[in-house]
């Protein structure tokens, strides 16, 4: 009994350390951004209890700076969504844009 007590301990001490230890994600193509602004957008509006759908994007780099242009809909609109980062930034560093004509 002594022995399942501190098993359970230990699973219970070791799943917090193990959600931290996330990797965070490095962009270094315009493609990689894609994913990462879709669900920045969609968890912006299901955060607010509204369900978004139908995401498109187009992607590209200029320079050292990767984007990616997206459209989701909305409450029936269309709003964009540009997201940019650095090449070989990580995801902290990347920024998103939410143009929302009802904000």
């Known amino acids: 009994m002594r022995q399942l007590h501190g098993l359970a301990l230990i699973v219970c001490l070791a799943a917090p350390a193990a959600a931290q230890d996330r990797t965070e994600i490095v962009f270094n ?3 990689e951004l894609v994913p990462w602004c ?13 369900t978004p759908f139908q ?6 780099d200029r320079s050292n700076v990767l984007y990616v242009e997206g459209r989701l809909r909305v409450h029936g609109d ?4 540009n997201c940019r980062v650095a090449r070989g930034a990580r995801e902290r560093h990347a ?5 929302d004509p009802t904000s």
């Open 38 to 50: 879709k669900a920045e957008a969609e968890a912006h509006y299901i955060g607010q209890g509204i």
């Open 78 to 81: 269309d709003v964009a969504v």
């Open 95 to 99: 920024i998103i844009e939410i143009d």
């Open 55 to 60: 995401w498109t994007a187009r992607y590209h």
């Open 29 to 31: 193509q315009a493609s």
